[in-house]
């Protein structure tokens, strides 16, 4: 059996960005007790509970959609790019 190579990793958040000028998205590690600071009174949405904290596909999806219309709202150049579903995309019935 191969042993699988374990790196520890200190908890951090992600933090995802724009970069307008060279149309890029960009996400960066965080430590989160920094970014707590630095999101204290800001907007925030709770995202998990509603799938009652399934990250399956289809909640990936809908993560990556609100991210990119969060982002949309500062910055509207980005709609140019965007061709996404905004609804819950439905899965074939299992017949």
């Known amino acids: 059996m191969l042993g699988v190579l374990m790196v520890n990793h200190p908890k951090?958040?992600?933090?995802?960005?724009y970069d307008e000028e060279l149309q890029q998205l960009i996400a960066y590690t965080v430590d989160p007790n920094v970014l707590a600071e630095l999101v204290a009174e800001?907007?925030?949405?709770?995202?998990a509970d509603e799938h009652d904290f399934k990250l399956d596909d289809e909640f990936a999806r809908q993560l990556g959609v609100g991210m990119?219309?969060?982002?949309?709202l500062g910055q509207p150049g980005i709609k140019q790019y965007m061709s996404v579903t905004q609804d819950p995309i439905d899965k074939p019935s299992e017949d």
């Open 12 to 17: 951090y958040s992600v933090v995802l960005t």
């Open 42 to 47: 800001r907007m925030g949405v709770v995202l």
């Open 68 to 72: 990119l219309n969060t982002i949309a």
